[in-house]
């Protein structure tokens, strides 16, 4: 359980840093 909660964290953190990372490139590109 602990390791599936690790890994979950883990994937909801890198999808957030993903899309912030989308918007900051689409607003310095724009």
Not at 8 to 29: D, Q, V
């Amino acid at each position: 359980m602990i390791y599936d909660s690790q890994i979950y964290t883990a994937l909801c953190i890198s999808l957030l840093a993903g899309i912030l990372a989308i918007r900051l490139g689409s607003t310095l590109y724009e």
